[in-house]
């Protein structure tokens, strides 16, 4: 077995020869030579079995070889001959749809390779169906199954958070325009509810989106590509002590990470600053360029990494800074150390910054005094915003390049003087300075307007509260 194989594909010599033997076959004499081009790439897993069986086969005369042209072949063999599902069927499914080409795979596979819409697949169960089907004697059939997917509500509701409005505003505003944001507060104040309520604000995946998100899942050893939910937005939520590799990908053979299993959907951060500051400090190429790229002396892999960051922090390491019902006794030194473990180019690059404070109990414990809004209700607002985005420039705002928030992002005299003071008051950077102005085209989208006002900027100014140079709590 040449083309660089590892030791699972080196295994699969042994494989093969059981499931031959065991569906009576015969397997060829003397020296069998198996090319894995191309040569200089390395391969891995079992997914090669079913591919080199039917090789062996067709070589040595036991099956027809005039239906193999048509055809692409991926699954892992047992010894008794039965087809194990594989990793990484839904970028095969795809390339052989491309290739226009049929796809046999494991039967268990099936339903995620059925997400791509325009190939013939034939699942099997056993390698004796493969051979049936290619002697003509049995064919497989195509499997026929419907899509289907998960609607948003089965999301948590943003109706279950009591209170937080200029929160739940926030959340809105970072929905509509696909803003980073960041949420302090002390604990238990709705920091996690708030987060974990996101993806159901945000528009449903297209199909292609979709299809870009199942695929980093179906070749990721960590996360299941569920066939159920592939419309949904991921939300990924590490803990604080994942290491670099587990939150941007790698390994020998790099695989990717968080912030690429979060493609398209939401990463959040809980505890900011307990996570190691090398690991925080890698995110900032992938904040900017929307993919990560990880080196390795063999090879270099590029992974996409589109995602929305939301993150929540306490304001000092005890918690309760600011809090109007318990004292904080946390020096101004530790205050500062513990803020300072988020480095400054970071937390620029974070669009919207919210405070969550503490909410009265009679607020939580008593009656509503007015129905809160819903999700559905919240989306419909965000659905409509992002519309008018996607006409107006093709990308949600978060999107805009400098030249693009130049033409969509024009300020009157009034607004002008308005960011001139804050750039001073602030000492806002100039990459803050077009953050506030894209969260203030979000605003005014909200609100079916065609300009920026004043007012769509002063909310927007307000959102960046822990900016250096800014007042703290």
Not at 220 to 249: E, I, K, Y
Request: glycine letters at 8%.
């Amino acid at each position: 077995m040449v083309g660089l194989p590892e030791l699972a594909v080196k295994e699969s010599k042994d494989r093969v020869r059981g499931a031959l033997l065991n569906g009576h076959h015969h397997f060829p004499d003397g020296r069998v030579t198996i090319n894995l081009a191309p040569a200089d790439l390395p391969k891995e897993g079992g997914r090669f079995d079913l591919p080199i069986a039917v090789g062996v086969l067709g070589a040595s005369g036991q099956v027809a070889t005039t239906g193999l042209a048509g055809c692409e072949f991926i699954g892992e063999l047992a010894l008794s001959g039965e087809l194990r599902p594989v990793d990484g069927v839904l970028p095969a499914a795809l390339a052989a749809r491309d290739a226009a080409r049929e796809l046999v795979l494991p039967l268990a596979n099936a339903e995620e390779a059925a997400l791509v819409e325009g190939l013939v697949l034939r699942p099997a169960g056993h390698l004796l169906e493969v051979c049936e089907h290619l002697n003509g004697i049995r064919p497989i059939p195509a499997w026929a199954a419907a899509r289907s997917h998960q609607s948003a509500s089965d999301y948590p509701d943003l109706a279950d958070v009591r209170g937080q409005e200029q929160a739940k505003r926030a959340l809105e505003v970072a929905a509509a325009g696909q803003h980073s944001l960041l949420l302090v507060g002390p604990p238990g104040t709705g920091k996690s509810m708030l987060a974990n309520r996101l993806p159901g604000l945000l528009p449903e995946l297209s199909e292609a989106e979709a299809l870009e998100t199942a695929a980093v899942r179906s070749v990721s050893n960590r996360a299941a590509c569920d066939p159920r939910r592939w419309r949904q937005r991921p939300f990924r939520s590490p803990h604080h002590t994942a290491s670099s590799a587990a939150l941007v990908g790698g390994g020998s053979n790099p695989r990717p990470g968080e912030i690429s299993l979060a493609h398209l959907g939401v990463l959040f951060l809980d505890e900011l600053p307990e996570f190691d500051r090398r690991v925080l400090e890698v995110l900032r190429e992938p904040i900017e360029s929307g993919y990560i790229d990880i080196s390795r002396a063999a090879q270099q892999s590029r992974f996409p990494a589109r995602f929305q960051l939301i993150a929540a922090m306490n304001p000092c390491p005890c918690g309760y800074l600011g809090d109007s019902d318990r004292r904080c006794r946390c020096s101004p030194e530790q205050i500062a150390r513990y803020r300072g473990r988020i480095s400054g180019p970071l937390l620029d690059r974070i669009d919207m910054h919210v405070e969550v404070p503490r909410i009265e109990v009679a607020q939580l414990a008593g009656p509503a005094p007015t129905p809160p809004e819903t999700s559905a209700t919240v989306r419909a607002r965000v659905v409509a915003a992002h519309q008018r985005q996607l006409e107006r420039a093709g990308k949600v705002n978060a999107a805009l390049t400098p030249p693009e928030i130049e033409r969509d992002c024009v300020l009157d005299d009034a607004g002008r003087r308005l960011m001139e003071q804050a750039l001073v008051r602030l000492g806002l950077s100039a990459r803050a300075y077009h953050r506030i102005l894209k969260v203030a085209r979000t605003i005014a989208d909200l609100q079916g307007e065609p300009a920026i006002t004043t007012m769509h900027l002063g909310e927007a100014i307000g959102y960046r509260r822990l900016d250096r140079g800014a007042p703290h709590a």
